[in-house]
C-alpha cells in the first residue's frame, strides 16, 4: 500500500503567525536536519521494520485476548470485571496502531498488509476508511484558513455528553453498508476504485461476522461483545481523536494540536504504552513524513519551541491509557471542561 501525499507533505509549511516566523524557520530547520541524518542511518530502517512488526503482533494479540474474555470467561462477573478496563485499554491501543499503520504499512509484502486490513472486520474497524478519514483531518489542519473545530461560538449551550454519546454511535457507520459514506471516503471510488471496493466491502463482511456472532452466541455477544467491542471501540476512538487538540488553537502553528514531554516515570511509562501518539501528537501534525518511531527524538529537539508558544499539553498521557476507569470518567469531565478551548 502506497503512502498517501498527505501523509508526508510538511503541512507546517503553509501557516505565517507574525509573532512566530522565527521559530517556525528553527523548527524547520530542525526537522530538516532531523530527517537529513535519518536518510543516512541504516538502523534507523530496522527500528522502522521492528517497529511496524511490534504493533501486528499486538493488534493481534489485543484481538485474542478480547475473544478470550468474551466468550471463554466465566462467571460473568468476573467477565464484567475483566472487559471493563481491557475495553477501554484495548480501544485506545487499536486506534493507535490503525493510525499508525495506515501511515506506514506494518508490513513489507502488500498481502500481509491486505490481511492485517480484513483482520479489522474481528473488531469492526475499516482500516481504509480510517485513512480516508484521517487525512482528510491532515489536510484540513495543512490550511491556514483551517475551521476545523468541534465546539465553537454556536456550540454554547450544546450537550457535551450527547455529542459523546451521539458521536460514538455514529462512528459505528460500518454497520450500516449502504448508508452514504465521508465525503472524503466517497471520493475514494474516483480518485482511488480499490480502496472504496474494500471499504464497502469490509462494511459488507463486518455485519455478516456480527449476524455469525449472534447466531453462534447471541448472549455474549449481544450483552458484552456489541457494547464493550463496539461502542466502547468507536467511543474510545472519538475520545482519543478529541485529547488530541483539546485544548487548541486551529489557527496557531505551535497550538494546533497537543503534545507531551513526559515530566515523570509514569508519564514516560504510559507514553511508551501508547507508542508516543498522545504525546507527540503535535509534531506528527507539523512533520507527518517522520516515522513514529522517530517522533519522541524529534520532538525532544523541538520542545523549547513548543514551549515557548504554549502549546496544549495532552489531556491522555495518564492511567487512562491502561484502561483505568476513573481516571478515564475523570478524563471526560475535564474534556467538557476544556472544550472551548479549542478555537
Known amino acids: 500500500m502506497k503512502t498517501d501525499p498527505a501523509s508526508t507533505a510538511h503541512t507546517f509549511e503553509v501557516f505565517s503567525a507574525a509573532d512566530c516566523g522565527a521559530d517556525q524557520t528553527e523548527a524547520r530547520a530542525i526537522a530538516r536536519a532531523f530527517e537529513a541524518a535519518l536518510r543516512t542511518d541504516k538502523a534507523a530502517r530496522q527500528r522502522e521494520r521492528a517497529g511496524g512488526l511490534q504493533l501486528a503482533f499486538e493488534w493481534f494479540v489485543l484481538i485474542a485476548v478480547t475473544y478470550t474474555i468474551i466468550y471463554a470467561v466465566r462467571p460473568a462477573w468476573l467477565k464484567l470485571a475483566l472487559l471493563l478496563p481491557w475495553s477501554l485499554y484495548a480501544s485506545l491501543a487499536l486506534d493507535n496502531i490503525t493510525h499508525y499503520a495506515n501511515h506506514w504499512p506494518l508490513f513489507r509484502a502488500p498481502a500481509l498488509d491486505a490481511l492485517w486490513r480484513w483482520s479489522g472486520l474481528l473488531v469492526f474497524f475499516n482500516p481504509l476508511e480510517i485513512r480516508a478519514i484521517h487525512y482528510d483531518h491532515h489536510r484540513a489542519y495543512a490550511r491556514a484558513d483551517n475551521d476545523e473545530r468541534v465546539f465553537g461560538a454556536m456550540d454554547r449551550d450544546r450537550s457535551f455528553w450527547r455529542y459523546l454519546a451521539s458521536g460514538a454511535f455514529d462512528g459505528l457507520r460500518l454497520l450500516w453498508p449502504l448508508r452514504a459514506m465521508e465525503p472524503c471516503v466517497a471520493m475514494l471510488k474516483q480518485r482511488r476504485p480499490a480502496h472504496y471496493r474494500e471499504v464497502v466491502a469490509l462494511r459488507f463482511a463486518s455485519v455478516l461476522w456480527l449476524a455469525l456472532l449472534v447466531a453462534l452466541d447471541w448472549r455474549d455477544t449481544l450483552f458484552y461483545f456489541v457494547p464493550f467491542v463496539l461502542v466502547v471501540g468507536s467511543f474510545g476512538s472519538l475520545v482519543m481523536n478529541l485529547t488530541d487538540h483539546i485544548p487548541g488553537d486551529a489557527h496557531h502553528p505551535f497550538r494546533l494540536a497537543t503534545f507531551l514531554e513526559p515530566g515523570t516515570r509514569a508519564e514516560a511509562f504510559y507514553s511508551s504504552v501508547n507508542h508516543y501518539t498522545a504525546a507527540t ?38 492511567s487512562t491509557l491502561v484502561g483505568n476507569p476513573i481516571r478515564f470518567t475523570r478524563l471526560l469531565r475535564e474534556l467538557e471542561r476544556r472544550r472551548f478551548d479549542l478555537r
Open 281 to 318: 501528537h503535535l509534531t506528527h501534525h507539523l512533520f507527518p513524513g517522520v516515522h513514529w518511531v522517530h517522533l519522541p527524538a524529534l520532538q525532544r529537539r523541538l520542545a523549547p519551541i513548543y514551549l515557548r508558544h504554549g502549546a496544549p499539553r495532552s489531556l491522555l498521557v495518564n
